[in-house]
């Protein structure tokens, strides 16, 4: 599986981004598609995910600020984040995971995207 993001950049405090990102190779067996974040000096961190079967999910500090949505026939994922702050300054990750034949889940990984939100 192979992850193509886009978007991020830099953003005013209070404003809105939208990432993208679009997914190939062998997508048959994702079970989910979304976003993880990772701050200077911090951990990698949810920030959305979504599968076809379920409803999304979200990390807490984005919950409510944020909408993620997906295109199964263009194998996209988008995220919505509005009402950005300081401390969602992060390089964020398409992600995409499956379960393996021991219920592990397999991830894989896009580029990463730099989102800095600094007036």
């Known amino acids: 599986v192979q992850l193509q993001a886009s978007g991020g950049g830099l953003v005013q405090p209070g404003g809105s981004l939208g990432l993208s990102c679009t997914a190939s190779g062998n997508i048959g067996s994702i079970n989910y598609m979304g976003w993880y974040r990772q701050a200077p000096g911090k951990q990698r961190e949810l920030v959305a995910a979504l599968s076809s079967i379920s409803g999304p999910l979200y990390g807490d500090s984005v919950k409510g600020r944020s909408t993620i949505s997906r295109d199964d026939a263009k194998n996209t994922v988008d995220l919505q984040m509005n009402s950005l702050k300081a401390e969602d300054t992060a390089v964020y990750y398409c992600?995409?995971?499956?379960?393996?034949?021991?219920?592990?889940?397999?991830?894989?990984w896009g580029q990463g995207t730099l989102v800095t939100v600094s007036s």
């Open positions: 992600n995409a995971r499956h379960y393996n034949n021991s219920w592990q889940w397999v991830h894989y």
